[in-house]
């Protein structure tokens, strides 16, 4: 599988429904959009059982090239189950833990990371102080105390016990020990099929708002769209407000059809400053066909307003199905980067679909930024993963980018899962013409049914490992579980800068700020987000940057999420500048910086 930046593929679609229950299955119960019941096969009256044919469901060969090594046995982690991963430093002990879902809708389980022997150790008593079940979880400093405190998110689907709106945990800590105490009333109480949220500070006030990627509303019949929501953050992060009439136009409702006429399945939302106005904007994915929707963060009358302009950007479907409602695809994230360091924000785009749909249905592709104009404008270039069988399925659930090998030429990982065994991990690697190439099976990291994967610098040597889980989904014989790649890939003569953000008066992590490195070889432009859908699953804190061989790093320019006044008292994105020119290093620098200018070297 491959793609060049070069290639401008018309993109596809198609304009036949999905059913909307088939979906949730696919999604969380594991049954085929194309299944449908039969009668169990039987014999004189008696039932025949089948079992499941067996498969090996790590990866398809072993590793040809040096880059990755399995260490989940050596990590304590081989029996760990992992549907949702969470990198976080949830004890507060400096160093960053794990913490996962099982289940597709299950307890928390929490394993504290021992600097002693590098190893993970499960937690037997739950830093919770009640028993708790969620779809996914986020973890931020809401209330900058210094501890990760932690939203519970639930879709509210029928296989879900009970209904929830979003639940807010705040952590404290009392003799050493880390507790999270629920806060009752933090945000409102409507219950919605809520699959994906993202942190965002609309107006970069320094408190972190939410937005809430909502799905189908499943109590409907037939289900129908439930529009989006935003909460605004007050209180210093122990409360939030409804907001959502600043989405231009989500809740339109037309009282003769009964329905919401702009609200899709959103089901994977992301944030980035795409239009570079220094404000951050949303991206949201949306199923069933129906179209993506990109958020625009712009100047309204006393206050921000979102204006969606993914029709305009060409990001809500492709030439052949924007002229239908659900002429899109079955969108699972939009993920933006600049991954060519051409300093214009590019998206990578993920989808399900099957060898049996028409041409028209979209694909999975990757959207690169074609000029600076406003708003931005890309070109679709598309990818699938077929093996000549002509019944293969690809479902590319979630993603993140990484330069893995730390070339300077940013990686993509997509989990691509639901269809054993032909549904593996893809690795895109990225070369110096900006082509990309799944090696995957060569390094040994093919997985079947990849799960929640994030990118976390366990052992603190500079290089990017992936932890994954797995899931059992249309092969009940998998025996899933956590997988870990400790990254070996050698560095030569290569460097890793690492930047994590400490916000004083912005949010304390910097989310939503961008980063513009220079070097002596070229600029290189990041977006900084940790959480995102669909279903979210959390990378570890920090942006990295690889450097070539005799490529010096020069400054890094930040642009942070809060405002400053200027001489005629009018508010912009602060800008900061933070000189590298006199920094040494050897091998990986691994640095912290606030909006105050203060820079300080940080140890594992």
């Known amino acids: 599988m491959l793609w060049q930046k070069t290639v401008g593929m018309a993109s596809t679609l198609s304009t036949f429904k999905i059913n909307f229950f088939l979906i949730g299955l696919l ?20 039932i025949i ?62 394993f504290k990371f021992q600097s002693s022997n590098k190893t993970f150790l499960k937690v037997e008593t739950s830093p919770l102080n009640l028993a708790v079940r969620a779809s996914f979880l986020v973890f931020a400093d809401f209330n900058k105390d210094g501890l990760l405190d932690m939203i519970v998110g639930t879709l509210n689907q029928k296989t879900e016990l009970n209904r929830f709106p979003l639940r807010l945990f705040l952590a404290t800590k009392k003799k050493g020990e880390v507790q999270f105490n629920e806060i009752a009333g933090a945000f409102p109480k409507d219950i919605y099929p809520t699959a994906s949220i993202s942190l965002i500070d609309v107006d970069l006030d320094g408190q972190l708002d939410i937005f809430l ?47 919401f006429t702009n609200a899709t399945p959103s089901f994977g939302s992301s944030t980035c400053d795409i239009d570079r106005n220094g404000y951050p904007d949303i991206l949201v994915a949306s199923s069933s066909g129906y179209k993506n929707k990109v958020w625009l963060n712009l100047e309204g009358s006393g206050q921000r307003k979102f204006v969606n302009k993914a029709k305009l950007m060409k990001v809500d479907a492709d030439s052949e199905g924007i002229y239908s409602t659900t002429g899109g695809g079955n969108s699972f994230y939009m993920l933006c980067h600049d991954y060519n360091s051409d300093g214009i ?81 893809i690795f895109f690697e990225q070369d110096e013409t900006h082509a990309y190439a799944d090696s995957a099976s060569q ?36 025996n899933p579980h956590i997988f870990v790649f400790e990254n070996q890939f050698p560095y030569s003569d290569k460097k890793i800068i690492k930047v994590t953000l400490k916000g004083e008066k912005a949010n304390a992590h910097g989310i939503g700020a961008s980063l513009r490195l220079k070097t002596s070889g070229g600029e290189y432009l990041r977006n900084v987000e940790y959480s995102y859908g669909p279903l979210n699953s959390q990378n570890e804190e920090g942006t990295w940057f690889g450097l070539k061989e005799g490529e010096k790093p020069l400054s890094i320019e930040v642009r942070w999420p809060i405002l400053i006044k200027s001489k005629r008292n009018k508010p912009y994105p602060l800008r900061r500048v933070y000189s590298l020119k006199s920094v040494k290093f050897k091998r990986f620098l691994n640095l912290e910086l606030k909006e105050s200018g203060k820079m300080k070297k940080r140890h594992f």
């Open 213 to 259: 990627g909502n799905w189908f509303d499943t109590t409907k019949s037939p289900p129908k769209p439930t529009p989006d929501r935003l909460f605004l953050g007050r209180e210093k992060g122990r409360k939030w407000i409804d907001g959502t009439i600043l989405l231009e136009g989500e809740h339109e409702f037309d009282s003769g059809i009964n329905v």
């Open 27 to 46: 999604l969380f119960g594991g049954v085929s959009c194309s299944s449908s019941k039969q009668a169990p096969p039987s014999k004189g009256g008696k």
């Open 345 to 425: 924000f590019d998206l990578a785009l993920g989808e399900l679909f099957h060898s049996y749909d028409p041409e028209t249905r979209d694909r999975s592709s990757i959207l690169t930024g074609s000029s600076f104009e406003l708003p931005p404008k890309f070109i679709r270039t598309e990818y699938h993963k077929d093996d000549g069988s002509g019944t293969w399925s690809q479902g590319d659930r979630r993603a993140l980018w990484g330069d893995f090998n730390f070339d300077s030429y940013p990686d993509l990982v997509v989990a691509n899962s639901g269809f054993p065994p032909r549904s593996r991990l």
């Open 49 to 110: 059982k089948r079992k499941a044919t067996p498969i090996d469901s790590g990866p398809s060969a072993k590793a040809v090239r040096t880059g990755f090594q399995d260490v989940t046995k050596r990590l304590g982690l081989d029996k760990a189950k992992g549907t949702h991963l969470y990198a976080v430093d949830w004890n507060n002990d400096g160093h960053t833990d794990l913490v996962t879902l099982p289940e597709y809708y299950g307890v928390p389980q929490f």
């Open 443 to 478: 390094l040994g990291i093919d997985i079947v049914n990849p799960s929640g994967v994030v990118k976390f610098d366990y052992n603190g040597d500079g290089r990017l490992d992936l932890f994954s889980g797995q899931v059992s989904l249309r092969n009940s014989s998998i």
